[in-house]
């Protein structure tokens, strides 16, 4: 079975550029997190969507956006990109129905390095 | 605030020896609680957890007990091997399936 998958998987983008980065989550699990981390440190959340609608959002500013889609999959958006955006963006999916352990299954992530 | 403090890395132990990674956390109830592992070129693997106080999670020789009186959740091996050099994140889940990550541990054994 396929596990989580994300692209792209590096992209170099310049200052006040726009990025849009994708996620696949594992099939049947309804819920879609994105966390940002940075190097050296630990995962910081950024949302969470469930059934296309936002459950969960970290403090960001409002530059950064996401939307789930009806097959579940989502989208990260990050507009007007700071040198302090580059980061590794992780996807994580989990069932999210009643008597989800809570237990997220990360993609390998999306590198994202701003010049 | 909610937050979870891990030992700061880096550690390196030779090969057999004996592993500690501690990890407390903040938070209000009893929240379940994550060890996830990063290995080098790859993404966060789940590697136990504990879902309410005094459970134990274990996987992989890896063990941690879940210690409300101490709000700890340390990180146990009795004997390490070159294959379990990585880096190993504390976590907690908040009610609203947020997760909190410590900054990370990065681990070395040499044979």
């Known amino acids: 079975d396929a596990g989580v998958t994300q692209s792209p998987t590096h992209l170099i983008k310049t200052r006040g550029q726009h990025v849009t980065l994708r996620c696949s989550p594992i099939?049947?699990?309804?819920?879609v997190s994105w966390y940002q981390q940075v190097l050296g440190q630990g995962p910081q959340f950024i949302f969470q969507?469930?059934?296309?609608?936002?459950?969960g959002r970290g403090n960001f500013p409002d530059r950064f956006s996401a939307r789930q889609f009806p097959n579940y999959s989502s989208e990260l958006n990050v507009n007007a990109l700071l040198l302090g955006d580059s980061a590794l963006y992780l996807c994580?999916?989990?069932?999210?129905?009643?008597?989800?352990?809570?237990?997220?299954?990360f993609g390998e992530g999306s590198r994202l390095t701003v010049l | 605030g909610d937050s979870v403090t891990q030992m700061e890395g880096p550690v390196t132990l030779s090969e057999e020896a004996f592993l500690t990674i501690n990890c407390t956390y903040t938070?209000?109830?009893?929240?379940?609680l994550f060890w996830y592992v990063q290995y080098p070129g790859e993404g966060l693997q789940l590697l136990l957890k504990?879902?309410?106080?005094?459970d134990k999670g274990s996987n992989k020789g890896f063990e941690a007990t879940y210690r409300k009186e101490t709000t700890s959740f340390h990180l146990e091996k009795g004997s390490v091997q070159v294959s379990d050099s990585a880096v190993y994140f504390c976590?907690?889940?908040?009610?609203?399936?947020?997760?909190?990550f410590g900054t990370g541990t990065s681990l070395t054994v040499i044979p």
């Open positions: 994580a999916s989990s069932s999210g129905t009643r008597g989800d352990t809570g237990e997220l299954f």
């Open positions: 976590a907690r889940k908040s009610t609203g399936n947020q997760f909190y």
């Open positions: 504990a879902t309410k106080a005094d």
């Open positions: 969507y469930y059934e296309k609608e936002e459950r």
């Open positions: 938070a209000t109830g009893y929240p379940s």
């Open positions: 099939s049947g699990h309804k819920s």
